[in-house]
T-cell receptor, first 114, second 113 residues
């Protein structure tokens, strides 16, 4: 599986947009980009995923560069409850091999400040 | 609640004892995953089932660890002769056969004293 690189920590002011970058320069053509977040002591929560087009849902937007080597998760109006560790991973959905071997890395700790 | 359910949420055990964790996946999901997470680290893959078949095992899954999913529904993860290094959160997750999105449970915290 391709590895991802994320900054270890970021701060964001409450009400502002939080832009979390992820580098996945070795991503292969059939690998999707997934984002999860983990609030202290809880299991990871799915946020969004995409292949090559930008995606938006009720939680966030995902911007993937044209060469697919990097992406940005955007939380449009961050709240204090968005303080969490955010993980960017790449994986092939539905594959019978390497199905669970998504490498999470250490993620980005986002701190939203009042 | 129809999410992934794990039990117990917390377990403290003495070194050398055996422990077992149970996971109930989302009901229509036939894929089930186990991960381990230590403080400050991201989740690490342990093993994966499709229905009752265990299709992948990580090198992290030593001989003291065994996972089962006998009827393709719930799963158990047993750790025999626990060591202090086994202290971690054990996460279960599930997905449909398309495997598009993996959903995690709240985890089971293990402390070995």
């Amino acid at each position: 599986d391709a590895k991802t690189t994320q900054p270890p920590s970021m701060d964001c002011a409450e009400g502002r947009a939080a832009n979390l970058p992820c580098n996945h320069s070795t991503i292969s053509g059939n690998e999707y980009v997934y984002w999860y977040r983990q609030i202290h002591s809880q299991g990871p929560q799915y946020i969004i995923h995409g292949l090559k087009n930008n995606e938006t849902n009720e939680m966030a937007s995902l911007i993937i560069t044209e060469d697919r080597k990097s992406s940005t998760l955007i939380l449009p109006h961050a709240t204090l409850r968005d303080t969490a560790v955010y993980y960017c991973i790449v994986r092939v959905p539905g594959s019978n091999t390497n199905a669970g071997k998504s490498t999470f890395g250490d993620g980005t700790t986002l701190t939203v400040k009042p | 609640d129809t999410g992934v359910s794990q039990d117990p949420r917390h377990k403290i055990t003495k070194r050398g004892q055996n422990v077992t964790f149970r996971c109930d996946p989302i009901s229509e999901h036939n894929r089930l995953y186990w991960y381990r997470q230590t403080l400050g680290q991201g989740p690490e893959f342990l093993t994966y089932f499709q229905n009752e078949a265990q299709l992948e095992k990580s090198r992290l899954l030593s001989d003291r660890f065994s996972a089962e999913r006998p009827k393709g529904s719930f799963s158990t993860l047993e750790i025999q002769r626990t060591e202090q290094g086994d202290s971690a959160m054990y996460l279960c997750a599930s997905s449909s056969s398309s495997g598009n999105t993996i959903y995690f449970g709240e985890g089971s915290w293990l402390t070995v004293v």
